[in-house]
């Protein structure tokens, strides 16, 4: 009679079991690479991809585009012991909570037409670090306020002083993009043109992602401290559209989206075209940019640019599709012809 110990020491077969997916006998099928089947392969891809690429360049250059850049722009309020401007990046390097304000002037050389948009760009300024992209808390950001945050926002999570928590917690909703942007048309006697603040964040983001507890804003977040390097509240962000106010509001939306880059462009404004003089675009002419300077990018040696646009069929100008497309198609239709020859000439052997 065995014994249950007996029966417990046979060891068990790693065997797999007898079927054709774990045996290995399913029906296979491998292509057999002929002279007749590669060459036209080629020549197909490389006689479509080039003209997909030209199209491609094509609304690419459609897009009109003008930079920006004022990383180092001078004050036009505060200046240096013997009268001269001074840098705003120095000032607000020296003390973050001092205002800066700057211009810079410039012309559109040509009318753009259509819809026309405003974009801030940021070089050397690394949103997609692993620590910095996981620096915030989900559940918070849908309006489920409590006084426990999330511990991946340390340590931006609560205040020094007396450990409040904070709201929005985390490293990117602190180092949200500050600087105020205004654009001066000459032509319109230098008044504002009409920049819209609304309509830049995805769908999806605002109304699936972000949401406001409900209520009161400022009763909601009494509990709640600002995020250090913010100087206002986040039910103050937009004092001119409430609805814009809190989680929802879309500049923050914008930024809270991390960029896959270290240089990298955010959208900022559309311009209304609604307004007299603007129905059809921004026309040609001199501008000036005002900017009340509060982000510094001194810190990690990068630079700030403001990005007027306009898109195409296929959005923003971006050449790089179109350059690889065509690249590709020519390195196809080369090694067809490359291939072609060298079949005609040594098939026999």
């Known amino acids: 009679m065995t014994s249950i110990s007996e029966v417990d020491a046979v060891p068990k077969s790693k065997k797999p079991s007898d079927s054709a997916f774990k045996q290995q006998r399913l029906p296979a099928w491998q292509p057999i690479l002929t002279a007749g089947t590669v060459l036209p392969t080629f020549f197909v891809i490389g006689v479509a ?22 990383t180092n722009c001078n004050s036009i309020n505060l200046t240096t012991s013997d009268g001269q401007p001074r840098k ?38 690394y949103q997609n670090h692993r620590r910095y992209v996981k620096s915030r808390d989900d559940n918070q950001l849908l309006g489920d306020l409590t006084l426990i945050v999330s511990s991946d926002c340390e340590p931006f999570a609560y205040e020094e002083t007396n450990r ?18 205004t654009l001066l048309s000459a032509r319109h006697d230098n008044k504002n043109v009409p920049l819209l603040n609304t309509g830049i964040a995805w769908p999806s983001d605002k109304n699936i992602k972000f949401r406001n507890p409900k209520g009161d804003l400022k009763i909601a977040f009494k509990d709640f401290a600002k995020p250090k390097n913010w100087s ?16 929802q509001n879309e500049d923050l ?18 311009v209304d075209h609604t307004q007299n ?18 982000f510094s990018v001194s810190a990690f040696h990068g630079t700030k640019s403001m990005i007027l646009s306009t898109t195409s069929l296929l959005g923003g100008k971006n050449p790089f599709l179109g350059i690889a497309y065509i690249v590709v198609g020519s390195l196809c239709l080369l090694l067809g012809i490359g291939l072609l020859i060298i079949h005609i000439k040594c098939s026999k052997r």
Do not use: Q
């Not at 973050?96 to 037409?113: A, G, H, I, Q, W």
């Not at 939306?253 to 559309?270: D, E, G, H, S």
């Not at 003089?277 to 509060?294: P, Q």
């Open 232 to 247: 206002k509240h986040i039910w103050e962000l937009d004092p001119d559209n409430n609805d814009n106010n809190g989680f």
């Open 164 to 181: 409040t928590p904070i709201a929005p917690c985390g490293a990117i909703a602190n180092s949200l993009f500050s600087d105020k942007l």
């Open 277 to 294: 003089g603007f129905t059809e675009g921004l026309v040609a002419g001199n501008y000036t940019l005002k900017v009340k300077y509060s």
């Open 49 to 70: 991809f080039i003209p997909v690429g030209i199209g491609l360049l094509y609304f690419s250059d459609e897009v009109k585009e003008h930079i920006i850049d004022y």
């Open 88 to 125: 705003c990046a120095d000032v607000i390097a020296e003390d973050p909570s001092k205002d800066c304000f700057c211009e810079k002037n410039f012309t559109l050389p040509v009318d753009f037409r259509g819809k026309v948009y405003m974009y801030y760009g940021l070089t050397n300024f």
């Open 253 to 270: 939306i914008v930024w809270m989206r991390t960029a896959a880059l270290p240089t990298f462009r955010k959208l900022y404004r559309r």
